[in-house]
Nanobody
Framework: QVQLVESGGGLVQAGGSLRLSCAGS????????MAWFRQAPGKEREFVAA????????SYADSVKGRFTISRDNAKNTMYLQMNSLKPEDTAVYYC???????????????WGQGTQVTVSS
């Protein structure tokens, strides 16, 4: 069973930066693609960014493209989300997720973390 644990959330002013981390355990970290999702109050959970098993392929939601960078270090069993130029509309609970296979799938991720709160003040 895969366990995913996020860290790095917090309160930041608009224009600032944060780096989220997601530590994985329970399965070979490089054997599955991963992603970040977020959910703002009163809204549905939405896709933020995804990365394949090696880190060689990434994708982003239009709303974060050019500001956020997803990456992973398989040797450290950790995935990251570098968030720059943060906006108040980025405020949400951010979730780390893992897919069943090495590539990002159209199907929902199988594994989920507990989430970490990111709050951006104006």
């Amino acid at each position: 069973q895969v366990q995913l644990v996020e860290s790095g959330g917090g309160l930041v002013q608009a224009g600032g930066s944060l780096r989220l981390s997601c530590a994985g355990s329970g399965r070979t970290f490089s054997s599955y693609a991963m992603a970040w999702f977020r959910q703002a109050p009163g809204k549905e959970r939405e896709f933020v960014a995804a990365i394949n098993w090696s880190g060689g392929s990434t994708s982003y939601a239009d709303s974060v493209k050019g500001r956020f960078t997803i990456s992973r270090d398989n040797a450290k069993n950790t995935m990251y989300l570098q968030m720059n130029s943060l906006k108040p509309e980025d405020t949400a609970v951010y979730y780390c997720a893992g897919y069943t296979g090495v590539l990002v799938s159209r199907l929902p991720p199988r594994y989920w973390g507990q989430g970490t709160q990111v709050t951006v003040s104006s």
